[in-house]
Antibody
Framework: EVHLLESGGGVVQPGGSLRLSCSASGFTFSTYAMTWVRQAPGKGLEWVSDISGGGGDTHYADSVKGRFTISRDNSKNTLYLQMNSLRDEDTAVYYC???????????????WGQGTLVTVSS | DIQMTQSPSTLSASVGDRVTVTCRASQSISSWLAWYQQKPGKAPNLLIY???SLESGVPSRFSGSGSGTEFTLTISSLQPDDFATYYCQQYNTYPHTFGQGTKLEIK
């Protein structure tokens, strides 16, 4: 059974940094692209970033480009999102999702984690 | 970026009703559209991909159609478990934008 578990969320001051992790199990992690999607409180879904199965292909939303970095460690079955220069508007639940293929470019996710809450506040 | 606009934003319906949600793209996305269902406090759940392909395990009362810029999600006979928020997502071009959501409420 596919299982995705996010961790690393919490409260951080504006301008601070945080690293989210997504631990995967139940499938061959390196074979699938992965995505981060976020949802601000009471708002809709926002696509953030994705990465190919091998890690060589990445994409970012303009709102996070240059501040966030997606990466993965296939030996540890773990996806990461390094978030720097955090802003109030980055406050959200962050979900990781498994894509249907190794390459990026497909729909976001056939399996999703339950999310981790990031709160940016002074 | 491609803008995805869903209508209506809120839909009130009864168990057994047939309902349709529309999603419009600001430019052609071919058939690269997915639909998700989200319940409060839960992660989204994939329903439909490539505009009309039903994800494994999703009840057949859900169907999708459309291509280009106009798409629909139809639920043929609403069940109590279907009251949730529905999102469309285009994956033709980065960033893979979502619609603003349609909340399906009990009438």
């Amino acid at each position: 059974e596919v299982h995705l578990l996010e961790s690393g969320g919490g409260v951080v001051q504006p301008g601070g940094s945080l690293r989210l992790s997504c631990s995967a199990s139940g499938f061959t992690f390196s074979t699938y692209a992965m995505t981060w999607v976020r949802q601000a409180p009471g708002k809709g879904l926002e696509w953030v970033s994705d990465i190919s199965g091998g890690g060589g292909d990445t994409h970012y939303a303009d709102s996070v480009k240059g501040r966030f970095t997606i990466s993965r460690d296939n030996s540890k079955n773990t996806l990461y999102l390094q978030m720097n220069s955090l802003r109030d508007e980055d406050t959200a639940v962050y979900y990781c999702a498994k894509g249907p293929y190794t390459s990026t470019g497909a729909y976001t996710g056939d399996y999703w984690g339950q999310g981790t809450l990031v709160t940016v506040s002074s | 970026d491609i803008q995805m606009t869903q209508s209506p934003s809120t839909l009130s319906a009864s168990v057994g009703d047939r309902v349709t949600v529309t999603c419009r793209a600001s430019q052609s996305i071919s058939s690269w559209l997915a639909w998700y269902q989200q319940k409060p406090g839960k992660a989204p759940n994939l329903l439909i991909y490539k505009a009309s392909s039903l994800e494994s395990g999703v009840p057949s009362r859900f169907s999708g159609s459309g291509s280009g810029t106009e798409f629909t999600l139809t639920i043929s006979s609403l069940q109590p478990d279907d009251f949730a928020t529905y999102y469309c997502q285009q994956y033709n071009t980065y960033p893979h934008t979502f619609g603003q959501g349609t909340k399906l409420e009990i009438k």
